[in-house]
């Protein structure tokens, strides 16, 4: 079966520090994060028909969604203010597949996976 999903790329900035850890990251600094947004219809396949036929979702809707839940909350704010855990990019991605999993699953669209940059060379990722 043909596997097809579509990708949509995000961009923040973000202050944070991680208390107790051992090097540099214990103080105050800031990320041009990136998240890669992958997502995928429960059926493996495209809409059959309306607006968004022969689409997985339209990436304005994706867009929208991703925008609104994640990006509008973290965008130029202190993470450590916002989050009751850790800020690490691992607990970060993790909380971020939750929010968009819940927010698309009414339309019938599951992220097939979400990678988070924290650095131009260092990501974490959640895969299903
Ligand atoms: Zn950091």
């Given at each position: ?6 990708t949509?790329?995000?961009k ?19 990320h ?10 429960k059926d ?20 929208t ?38 927010q ?5 669209v ?13 990501f ?5």
């Amino acid at each position: 079966m043909t596997a097809i999903s579509v990708t949509k790329i995000f961009k923040f900035d973000a202050a944070h520090f991680l208390p107790e850890h051992s090097g540099k990251c214990a103080d105050l600094h800031g990320h041009t994060y990136r998240l890669e947004v992958t997502v995928a219809r429960k059926d493996g396949g495209l809409v059959a028909e309306g607006s968004s036929a022969g689409m997985v979702l339209d990436f304005g809707d994706l867009k929208t969604i991703v925008q609104r839940e994640i990006i509008e909350k973290v965008d130029h704010k202190m993470l450590n203010d916002i989050f009751p855990f850790r800020t690490t990019a691992e607990n970060m991605v993790i909380h971020f597949y939750e929010v968009l999993e819940q927010q698309l699953a009414p339309l019938g669209v599951e992220v097939l996976k979400l990678r988070l940059w924290e650095t131009q060379t260092s990501f974490a990722e959640v895969v299903k």
